[in-house]
């Protein structure tokens, strides 16, 4: 197997593995790839139990007790479906006392084509196992990134489900330049609120990025990625700042309407009025003239 091929397999299998393993209870693991489940309830150790000498990539059992096992792999091999048939039953097997259910699904990166002829199905005797095959070809990194990045220009907070979706991205399918796509990847990354995950997401996206393109590249995305880091600061503080004016603004007009109203109360008050003729008169309710007078102490 070539050398290179290995490395850029082991690095995207790893990217796969850590994008499922960040859930907690109530996430949707496969929100990122368009498939509705059930919220998260519990990982499954990955060693295929039943004493079989296999790991399975990642499972997970949602709150509707449905066990889910997604596997990962760089090139297509129907014979594959007799080991994933294995799987699937192994996990039914251990884990039927807790789950309705087994439901298998298979991962290709965007370099694996779908084809009519990419069918995986195992039928043998009364025997029939047919995984759901998810092509990330189909997906556009683009598409898939839109709405996290107006959340990472907001500075809203970057869920599992986004940053999933975001090591996700570098392996579907694109309409830019890879380069285009890392950078836009790495401005989001830096937007991520615990500081260790953000280093750990950091870390397999420049993994990925350091296979595709040279180190003469890598020094002017690095550039490029501090320079837009800084912009997107830049413009969070402007906003900030228009956001802080506007409300002293509003704050203040506020607070002279109010001093004004004051002085025309305390006039009243001086003239032996009630509060019910104050209000009349203010056109104001009977509980905003009283609220002042008991805030200010007017007429005291």
Do not use: W
């Not at 995207?12 to 949707?28: E, V």
């Not at 990955?46 to 449905?66: G, K, M, S, W």
């Not at 995984?131 to 189909?138: G, Y």
């Not at 001086?270 to 309710?285: D, H, R, S, V």
Request: aromatic share 8%.
């Amino acid at each position: 197997m070539d050398k290179d091929f290995k490395s850029d397999r082991m690095i995207n299998d790893a990217m796969q593995k850590y994008a499922m393993s960040i859930y907690k209870r109530g996430d949707n693991p496969l929100n990122g790839l368009h498939i509705q489940t059930a919220g998260f309830k519990t990982a499954v150790p990955n060693e295929v139990p039943v004493r079989l000498n296999h790991r399975i990539d990642y499972a997970f059992i949602d709150t509707d007790d449905v066990l889910h096992n997604v596997e990962f792999q760089s090139q297509f091999n129907a014979s594959d479906s007799a080991r994933f048939q294995l799987y699937n039953a192994a996990l039914y097997f251990t884990y039927r006392d807790e789950v309705n259910y087994v439901v298998s699904y298979i991962v290709y990166p965007s370099h694996i084509r779908p084809k009519p002829t990419h069918v995986m199905q195992l039928t043998q005797g009364s025997l029939i196992f047919e995984p759901t095959l998810i092509f990330l070809h189909d997906y556009y990194a683009e598409d898939e990134l839109s709405d996290i990045l107006t959340k990472s220009e907001q500075g809203t907070m970057i869920s599992n489900n986004d940053v999933s979706t975001l090591v996700f991205s570098l392996l579907m399918n694109r309409r830019s330049t890879f380069k285009e796509l890392a950078l836009k990847v790495f401005s989001i990354a830096r937007n991520i609120e615990d500081k260790n995950r953000q280093e750990e997401v950091t870390g397999y996206i420049k993994s990925h990025v350091e296979k595709h393109i040279s180190r003469e590249e890598r020094t002017k995305l690095e550039e490029a990625i501090e320079l837009t880091f800084k912009e997107m600061l830049q413009q969070r503080e402007d906003k900030g700042l228009e956001r802080g004016l506007e409300q002293g603004l509003e704050q203040g007009l506020e607070q002279g309407e109010e001093k004004k109203l004051c002085a025309l109360i305390t006039k009243k008050l001086a003239k032996g009025k009630q509060i019910p003729t104050i209000a009349n008169e203010l056109e104001e309710t009977e509980q905003t003239i009283k609220s002042l007078i008991e805030k200010h102490r007017l007429g005291s």
